[in-house]
């Protein structure tokens, strides 16, 4: 039964399948200049319980695909083309009412930079008692508070009975962070999508909020979607790993996959750029040359081959998201080098790492 604007959409019992589906995911945006392609052909499954990481630099579409899953780019110059289910659900033919009742007690979102998240005239407190009750009104306030006091003591925040009265001045980044995920957790979601959570935060608070979305997502059967730009935050708790560049995935797989195996060169090249305890110091970080292109003029073929020391004749055809390694389906990815010249390739000075250009 189809649901009406004046009611939640009923989400039925995923039966053992997966708990969120995109297929063909595809966003744009109209400008003077032309349409900008901002999300090409995104598809991936999330299981309760699991971690998808997506990862790429500023501009690769990863905000956007979020953003997406929950109707926020909707508007009079978006495109947006492709399925997204929750639960046998599809959300794109939602209304914006029906969505309105979606977000937040289906599909929750920690947004970027705590800093700026929250409103500076009211308590946190009163700003997690808002979005409850704006999904129930049947919770008194009194209710409302005592299931936010709830909140913050359950991610962590001391003296919390108090602290619920604190404007978010008086918190500290951590704490707000902390906040913001209670807020997301507030109406118990089914997905929690994270995107940046640490941004701005020192590396032993970081720490702090990935161990608690790890923690948290374990024992709530939540599953999480967690962008980011930093594979080393995508070490401490994905499962599987989607990276994105010019509004495509050029490759996806496991933890493992992405990390001890990678296919694509903008995989090498993120990886080469992290700091590494455990090996010796290199020469020379290895880098990612040039700048991501204009999403309005991507180059004809692989978006990435005008940044790639490993560019070849091949490279001007549009590669497949495609499963290349012998005896692994799961693990694909958009480079028409074969395995055994990445394996070579992808070594430099001893590490993962993309080689500096010649000349």
Known sequence: ?????????????????????????????????????????????????????????????????????????????????????????????????????????????????????????????????????????????????????????????????????????????????RAMIAMGLALEPSVLIADEPTTALDVTIQAQILHLIQDLNRSRGLATILITHDLGVVAEVADRVLVMYGGKVVERGTLEDIFYDPQHPYTWGLLGSLTRLDQPRPHRLPQISGAPPSLLNLPKGCAFRTRCPHEFGKCTEVPGLDARLPGDPNHRDRCWLTPEQKKTLRDVEGRIGLEAPHG
């Open 1 to 177: 039964m189809s649901a009406t604007p004046e009611t939640a959409p009923v989400m039925p019992d995923a039966g053992g399948g997966p708990l969120l589906e995109v297929d063909g995911l595809r966003v744009g945006f109209a400008t003077e200049d032309g349409r900008v392609q901002a999300v090409d052909g995104v598809d991936f499954q999330l299981e309760p319980g699991e971690v998808l990481a997506i990862v790429g630099e500023s501009g690769s579409g990863k905000s956007v695909t979020a953003q997406t899953l929950i109707g926020l780019t909707r508007g009079p110059n978006s495109y947006i083309e492709g399925s997204v289910r929750l639960r046998g659900e599809e959300l794109t033919s939602l209304s914006e009412s029906q969505l309105q009742k979606v977000r937040g007690s289906q599909i929750a979102m920690i947004f970027q930079d705590p800093m700026t998240s929250m409103n500076p005239v009211f308590t946190v407190g009163t700003q997690i008692i808002e979005a409850i009750r704006a999904h129930d009104r049947s919770s008194s306030r009194k209710e409302s508070r005592a299931r936010a006091v709830e909140l913050l003591e359950a991610v962590g925040i001391p003296d919390a009975d108090r602290r619920v009265d604190a404007y978010p001045h008086e918190f500290s980044g951590g704490m707000r962070q």
